[in-house]
């Protein structure tokens, strides 16, 4: 029983870990972009999922930051977060695309 125990905790811990360095690297990915003239730099945030937000509420706030439709954008952020619909929940977190200024 004990070793089960064990296991179950050893398998739980590995996974987290895996989880934890999977986000880390998005949310470091960088990527450089000409935008209009201007350097821009493209990163890769965590956004915590508030009350009422949707993916196409989201897209709209950032998409133009990042000189994309919305559409694209919805399509990046539940690409990048394996997302096949939708239905996001509040309290959760995305990796979002956001602009970040030279």
Same mark, same amino acid.
């Given at each position: ?10 398998? $739980? ?6 989880? $934890?360095?999977?986000? @880390? ?15 821009? &730099? ?5 956004? &915590?999922?508030?009350?009422? #937000?949707?993916? @196409? @509420? ?11 439709? *919305?559409? #694209? ?5 539940? *690409? ?5 619909? #939708?239905?996001?929940? &509040? ?7 956001? &602009?970040?200024?030279?």
């Amino acid at each position: 029983m004990k070793k089960t125990v064990f296991r179950a905790s050893l398998i $739980f811990a590995a996974a987290f870990i895996a989880i $934890f360095i999977f986000f @880390s690297f998005f949310i470091s990915m960088r990527t450089k972009v000409q935008a209009m003239g201007s350097d821009m &730099e493209i990163i890769y945030e965590s956004y &915590e999922i508030k009350k009422g #937000d949707t993916l @196409s @509420s989201i897209a709209q706030k950032y998409a133009s930051g990042v000189n994309m439709s *919305r559409g #694209d954008y919805m399509y990046k952020v539940r *690409r990048t977060n394996r997302i096949s619909g #939708d239905l996001i929940h &509040e309290g959760c977190y995305l990796v979002i695309p956001v &602009e970040k200024t030279l």
